[in-house]
């Protein structure tokens, strides 16, 4: 029943992780693709969001086990509930941790704290434990406690403002809490970090990563060119302030584009012998990258006109043959059947019990002696109960019936 494998990196490592939605769970999902056993601790009285709320769910019909966010985000991890608002289930998790290496939760700073789980307390039943607090805003600070989503601290981390059709339109949200998904990858880097640090030392140490400071850092260039520069960026939609043409452009057929790009006069040559376009070369609208700046508009007509009489396929095709930057617009389903993603393996086929088999995304990474596997999809609510109390814990079968009857493994 043990999730570790003999051939994964991170086999003998186990984690409990009190955490909801993405920032902390995608932490303990890729340690357990590697793995790591992981112990996800939910309860019936406050489920997560992505189990009830948040679309897709499975044949459009909401279910505890229909949600489809949830599904991506919590395979290879195990599953127990506990109501720790009772001091028995708070025994019961403080007996888990002892028997983790890491921790992982995401709530608001002081929650966990609030509930008899923060750091120090740990500590002292798991002396070398390392815990990520994967927070909105970090753990220390005045607005440390303030809750939230990812959009909002999208917005709060400067990616709306420089999201949108162009110069003087409205930001656009971007679709999804991106700074949830920044925030996974510096979280799992610091627990790599971390388990290194305690194979050295013998201690632990605790990992406050705020997911508005993650946003902040995929911004760094704008950052730094207001600060030197005093020159704040705008939306640019499709456009590229040291590039033209720079877009996607309609093809033959329904909703189908083409992204093309030209960074100097030796692209735009190709591009237009490519085309079959000589009028364009001598044009003296587009003669150099600043004329072709400034008579953007008209550039892009032209370009739209001509790729709109092709498939997308063959304009990519023709373009990339010339030396020139270009690629096909990609739908969802066009990625299942990408030859670039099916030679990697990327997609793997998972069976759930309210799901069915479908296709599940492998990491975008490979180690080359310890590859990932992937086990199993997303367990359902209190899965693993037995297992993890029984086996893990040591307790018999009747006193964990008991504490289900109580409403303490719930």
């Known amino acids: 029943m043990s999730a570790n494998s003999k051939n994964s990196a991170l086999e003998g ?37 992505f189990r009830v ?22 395979d290879q991890v195990l599953n127990v509930t506990l109501d720790l608002k009772q001091p028995k ?31 120090s307390g740990l500590q002292r039943v798991k002396p070398d434990l390392i815990m990520l607090s994967s927070c909105n805003q970090g753990q220390t600070g005045r607005r440390a406690a303030q809750r939230g989503f990812g959009s909002q601290l999208t917005s709060m981390s400067g990616f709306t403002h ?79 302030p040291h590039a033209a043409p720079h877009g996607v452009y309609p093809s033959r057929g329904s909703d189908q584009w083409c992204a093309i790009a030209v960074f100097n006069d030796n692209e735009w040559s190709a591009l237009c012998r490519a085309a079959e376009k000589p009028e364009w070369a001598g044009d003296p609208r587009f003669q150099t990258k600043a004329d072709r700046k400034t008579n953007e508009d008209q550039l892009d007509q032209l370009i739209a006109e001509w790729t709109s009489q092709f498939d997308a ?23 299942f059947s990408c030859p670039q993603l099916l030679h990697r393996n990327q997609w793997v086929r998972l069976s759930h019990p309210e799901f069915g088999t479908y296709e599940h995304e ?49």
Do not use: C, W
Request: charged fraction near 20%.
């Open 362 to 410: 492998a990491p975008p990474f490979i180690l080359s002696e310890t590859p990932a596997q992937l086990r199993r999809s997303s367990a359902l609510l209190g899965e693993h109960n037995d297992y993890v109390f029984e086996k893990i814990l040591g307790m018999s079968h009747a006193e964990v019936q008991t504490l289900k009857d109580e409403g303490v493994i719930a």
């Open 13 to 49: 490592i186990r984690v409990v992780e009190f955490a909801v939605f993405a920032a902390g769970p995608l932490v303990g999902k890729h340690l357990g693709e590697h793995g790591a056993e992981v112990i996800r601790v939910e309860s019936r009285a406050s489920l997560d969001g």
């Open 53 to 74: 709320h948040y679309p897709p769910f499975k044949d459009n019909k909401p279910g505890i086990e229909r949600g489809g966010s949830y599904a991506l985000f919590n």
């Open 162 to 240: 420089l999201t949108g059709y162009g110069p003087g339109k409205p930001p656009m949200l971007l679709y999804g809490p991106y700074v949830d998904f920044v925030a996974v990858g510096f979280g799992l880097i610091a627990v790599l970090a971390a388990l290194d640090y305690r194979r050295r030392t013998g201690s632990g140490q605790h990992i406050d990563v705020s997911q508005y400071e993650t946003g902040i850092q995929f911004i760094t260039p704008a950052v730094l060119d207001a600060q030197v520069n005093g020159r704040v960026h705008e939306p640019q939609g499709n456009r590229d």
């Open 89 to 119: 289930a708070v025994s019961l998790a403080k007996q888990l941790v002892s028997k983790a290496d890491i921790v992982i939760e995401n709530f608001a700073a002081g929650v966990i704290e609030r509930l008899g789980l923060g750091y």
């Open 313 to 335: 396929q063959a304009i990519m095709e023709r373009l990339q043959s010339a030396g020139v930057r270009a690629g096909v617009v990609q739908s969802v389903p066009d990625l």
